[in-house]
């Protein structure tokens, strides 16, 4: 099944997609999750963390894995992707760190992390919930164009557009890095559940061959064409609706 909801603000945005987490986490309270980074999500972790504090969310059993990372850069570099789950998740939601298995973008042997990255997974059986954000290219995770979609979590090279898109939005002089680690996209096709969020601008291609629902190795958000159980989420801000 494949669900497609607009809503109109980002509030409501933020909303609907706290609303698909917590209805998962009522049915499957051990939920292996996974979350990402980027602007697109801020507003609902905002929320989760309002529901976590009003105690309408119960995150007590639920296991939180990431999507992605740069490589190179340790956890408490505030560029990392682990200091933003740290910084948006872990801390408001009170997750214990038994809970928690971060990709490590510093550690020692990359391909080794993950491999050890794939196996805390499968000691999960897999991801329940897995919520995406969109790349400008049409990425998901760091699974950028021309990506192999049958690796598990694999080191990438990113591309310009990726550089480029993050250098535009990191307030200070830091360098983008070259290359990152990331979940696959055999991985997150395994996910039981599959909710994608879209909000930003820049990514109407990647959009008009999502909804095309068509494979489309150009985009590798299309891969997603497929899956059982994808809920899609797009911010339509009425100035934005064509
Ligand atoms: C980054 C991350 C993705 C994220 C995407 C969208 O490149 N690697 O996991 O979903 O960008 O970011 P934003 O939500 O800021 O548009």
């Not at 050890?116 to 059986?125: F, Q, V």
Request: hydrophobic residues 45%.
């Amino acid at each position: 099944m494949r669900v497609v909801q607009r809503p109109a603000s980002p509030a409501a945005f933020a909303v609907a997609a706290a609303e698909v987490i917590t209805e998962h986490l009522q049915v499957k309270p051990q939920s292996a999750l996974a979350l990402p980074t980027g602007n697109t999500p801020l507003g609902l972790y905002a929320e989760l963390a309002r529901r976590f504090r009003s105690g309408a969310l119960d995150l007590r059993h639920a296991y939180l894995f990431n999507l992605d990372e740069y490589a190179g850069v340790t956890r408490d570099d505030p560029h990392s992707y682990a200091a933003f789950i740290e910084r948006y998740l872990l801390a408001p939601l009170n997750f214990s760190a038994d809970k928690v298995r971060l990709l490590m973008g510093d550690a020692a042997d990359l391909e080794r992390e993950c491999r050890s990255y794939d196996a805390a997974i499968a000691a999960r059986e897999g991801i329940d919930l897995c919520v995406l954000g969109l790349g400008t290219n049409g990425h998901i995770a760091f699974n950028e164009p021309g990506t192999d979609w049958n690796l598990g979590t694999h080191i990438v090279q990113l591309s310009a557009e990726t550089r480029a898109t993050h250098a535009a939005q990191t307030a200070d002089e830091w360098r983008i890095p070259t290359w990152g680690i990331t979940m696959g996209i055999r991985t997150i096709l395994k996910a039981r559940a599959i909710l994608l969020l879209i909000a930003g601008t820049g990514k109407d291609a990647a959009k008009r061959a999502l909804y095309q629902e068509q494979v489309d190795e150009r985009f590798p958000v299309t891969c997603l064409a497929n899956h059982p159980d994808l809920t899609v989420i797009e911010l339509c801000e009425p100035a934005e609706r064509r």
